[in-house]
């Protein structure tokens, strides 16, 4: 129960944060909103909101937590700290390098497709940063940990609103929505609707399968984020 509430308070979060860069998209667009010399206003608002919301949530979890990791510890014995603690260093390393790599593949991949800078960004970029994500998820949810599964996708799309904040800081023109495609806009407000989606399905929690495969949640989010890549690759700028 408490694992089912923090979920929803992650996901009530991401709704707030994501509709408030969405909201700010417009104003900086204009160059009419104020700005604190070359960082926008909603920079230190987020930088404020991320570790308060990622406090109350470690508070909450750290029981839960440590009870599931005492569970299941007697499965790596046999591991020591400094294995694990190299293990996830080379993992970082290597996800880190291609990251660094990753934006020149994708600028001469929009050049060779003739997509638009938002389309690259928002599905093939966005797909292959949020690979890692999907297969620790998934190597966590054969560990039986379904509510760290959730967990992880959920800071970590609270930590993408957070580097909104932190790309701000360093991008010395002006603030940074000011100069990206109002096309961001519609996908700001689709990722609203598709985590007011994921909350309801929290509540719900439906039982019934489309065609006995995924319930209609996961159908319906499909559903929502399809249309917003065509809008994307017809409107993108």
Not at 133 to 146: F, I, P, Q, S, Y
Not at 203 to 220: A, F, G, H, N, Y
Request: proline share 5%.
């Amino acid at each position: 129960m408490q694992n089912t509430i923090l979920s929803r308070f992650s996901l009530l979060a991401c709704l707030a944060v994501i509709g408030f860069v969405g909201f700010n998209l417009p104003l900086y667009r204009d160059a009419t909103f104020p700005a604190i010399g070359h960082v926008g206003l909603y920079t230190p608002i987020i930088l404020l909101l991320y570790p308060l919301v990622m406090r109350s949530l470690c508070r909450c979890e750290k029981q839960p937590l440590g009870e599931y990791v005492e569970e299941r510890a007697e499965r790596y014995a046999q591991t020591s700290m400094r294995q694990a603690s190299w293990g996830f260093a080379i993992s970082s390393a290597a996800a880190v390098a291609a990251g660094i790599w990753l934006p020149f593949i994708a600028k001469d991949l929009g050049l060779a497709l003739g997509w638009e800078r938002s389309l690259v960004g928002t599905l093939p970029v966005a797909a292959v940063t949020s690979a890692p994500e999907a297969v620790a998820t998934l190597a966590t949810l054969r560990l039986g940990a379904v509510d760290l599964a959730i967990g992880n996708l959920l800071g970590s799309n609270l930590f993408a609103i957070a580097l909104i904040a932190i790309d701000d800081l360093a991008y010395l023109p002006g603030p940074l929505l000011a100069d990206v495609s109002i096309a961001h806009a519609a996908s700001s407000f689709l990722a609203m609707m598709m985590s007011g989606l994921a909350v309801v399905g929290l509540l719900l929690r439906p039982q019934s399968r489309v065609l006995r495969s995924v319930s209609w949640i996961s159908l319906m989010l499909l559903v929502i984020y399809l249309p917003n890549s065509l809008f994307l690759y017809l409107h993108g700028q």
